[in-house]
């Protein structure tokens, strides 16, 4: 009986950790997509306090890629928004890749789910609208972040 309170006791012990934890596996790409947003933390804890400028430092880190959207990219007269990249889910962003490696076309079909479900993705950023019969097209932002990425 000793035993099985000890266990007991371990579980209780335990459990938090590792749900925060498959919370934060399950939600990364919100979490990410949060995280990005915030451009500023003020924390003040016990007469200190620290002021962080978060997204900025993330462009500075990569000045290669800031540089190349900032640069060489010109759309319309406006520059592309080098945080548009940052707010792109990762899986989102290799299938952008994908689909910029291959002719720019005015309508996508998807071939299987996980590309419906992909496009359906950058329907809810604003890069695709969907047509009727399982079409995709890209937007004036979806064609031209495809461009950039076929200039890279």
Known sequence: ??????????????????????????????????????????VEAKGLK????????????QPSLTHQLTENTEIKNKRLDPSI?????DKDFMFLDTLSKKELLEEYFPV???????FNSLVNEGFFTKQKDLKFAPTHKGRDLLKHFKEL
């Open 1 to 42: 009986m000793e035993i099985a309170r000890i266990v007991l006791d371990y579980i209780k012990v335990v459990i938090w950790p590792f749900t925060a934890l498959f919370c934060v596996f399950i939600f990364k790409d919100q979490i990410f997509k949060l995280i990005s947003k915030i451009t500023e933390l003020n």
């Open 50 to 61: 620290l002021k962080l400028q978060l997204s900025k430092k993330i462009l500075e880190k």
């Open 85 to 89: 990249i940052w707010e792109i889910a």
């Open 112 to 118: 299987s789910k996980e590309e419906e479900y992909r």
